[in-house]
């Protein structure tokens, strides 16, 4: 039986985290198009090793922890990955490819995005679908029928006032689970572990940060990291 991604919400809802999944490709391939120098993948035991004498992800540069289900290749980046802002060199990697993007910063919901082919697809973000999102969209219309996407609680202050009633939120594990199931995406819950970082994962792991800072200088947080 599939694990989907609806248990995401459960396992890793306060971590903060961004998940990258690629359609059709391996780990060390995602690797490199998410920043990561060639070749330096690390199996799971020695990567989950460095995290444990770090003592934290914090004092270590941005890293992923990557693993393979189902055609895809996927990612799990710490919180800083999710802000990053140097990595446009790369965008050309990304071009005609499908993927999705799922990320939680743990300021805001979190918000669900795909592209197929290279064509913006769909894009979820505080409880609603993107505006530009064709209004025919099998996901959209699957959502509102089936967990009432689009839907309005009435305020019980003015319930025969409309203009007065909240949107309707649907849980964010419900979310997940459409999202996963439309697009064939499903993640090994066991082989990641809750939380991914720590070291109880079978994922591999990278670090995707630059070794150079943009000011010439070598990335201080590499000077005790060993090169695999």
Same mark, same amino acid.
């Given at each position: ?23 059709? @490709? ?34 270590? $540069? ?14 799990? %980046? ?20 499908? *993927? ?30 993107? %505006? ?5 969209? $099998? ?6 029928? %089936? ?6 609680? $009435? !305020?019980?202050?003015? $319930?025969?006032? =409309? !203009? ?5 939120? =649907? ?22 572990? %809750?939380? *991914? ?11 995707? @940060? ?19």
């Amino acid at each position: 039986m599939s694990d989907g991604i609806e248990w995401i919400h459960e396992a890793l809802n306060g971590w903060g985290f961004q998940l990258v999944a690629l359609k059709d @490709a391996g780990v060390e391939e995602l690797a490199v198009m998410l920043g990561a120098e060639p070749g330096t993948v690390m199996a799971a035991p020695a990567f989950n090793a460095l995290v444990a004498a770090a003592g934290s992800t914090v004092r270590l $540069p941005d890293l992923a922890r990557l693993g393979t289900c189902g055609g895809w290749a996927f990612a799990f %980046e710490t919180g800083g990955g999710v802000f990053r802002l140097d990595r446009d060199h790369l965008s050309h990697l990304w071009e005609g490819r499908t *993927y999705v993007r799922v990320s939680d910063t743990m300021m805001d919901p979190p918000t669900l995005h795909a592209v197929v082919d290279g064509a913006w697809d769909w894009r979820y973000f505080d409880g609603v679908v993107h %505006e530009q999102v064709r209004a025919d969209h $099998p996901l959209t219309a699957r959502m509102t029928a %089936e967990i009432g996407l689009g839907g309005a609680v $009435p !305020d019980p202050d003015f $319930p025969d006032d =409309p !203009d007065e009633w909240a949107l309707y939120v =649907p849980a964010m594990a419900d979310v997940y689970r459409l999202f996963g199931e439309h697009y064939g995406l499903t993640l090994p819950r066991l082989a990641i572990g %809750e939380p *991914y970082h720590y070291g109880n994962t079978e994922l591999y792991g990278v670090f995707t @940060a630059p070794r150079t800072l943009p000011d010439g200088r070598p990335n201080p947080k590499y000077e005790s990291v060993p090169r695999p």
